[in-house]
Nanobody
């Protein structure tokens, strides 16, 4: 059974950087899509970034384009989210998610389509 564990969250000042990690408990060779989502207090869960494992294409929410980078280390079964130029509005609980079956690219940043989730890691950005 696949389990995902996020780490790397913390508190930083605006303009700072953090790198989140999402370690999978088993080999993720069958995973087709990996993604990061976030949920601020009282807000809906929103897609941040997604990666398609078959061709390594990446997709980002407009709010994080040019600041966040999603990547994967196959040998470590780990997904990363490098977050630079952080803003107070990036404050949220960040979750990683996996999906093994086909998903249209238009749906990659919608949380309803993902089956496996981590427990989340908190990111707090102060001004």
């Amino acid at each position: 059974q696949l389990q995902l564990v996020e780490s790397g969250g913390g508190s930083v000042q605006a303009g700072g950087s953090l790198r989140l990690s999402c370690a999978a408990s088993v080999n993720t060779y069958s995973t087709k899509y990996m993604a990061w989502f976030r949920q601020g207090l009282g807000k809906e869960r929103e897609g941040v970034a997604a990666l398609v494992t078959t061709d390594y294409s990446t997709y980002y929410a407009d709010s994080v384009k040019g600041r966040f980078t999603i990547s994967r280390d196959n040998a470590k079964n780990t997904l990363y989210l490098q977050m630079d130029s952080l803003k107070p509005e990036d404050t949220a609980m960040y979750y990683c998610a996996h999906r093994s079956s086909f998903l249209p690219r238009s749906a990659l940043l919608f949380h309803e389509w993902y089956m496996y989730w981590g427990q989340g890691t908190q990111v707090t950005v102060s001004s």
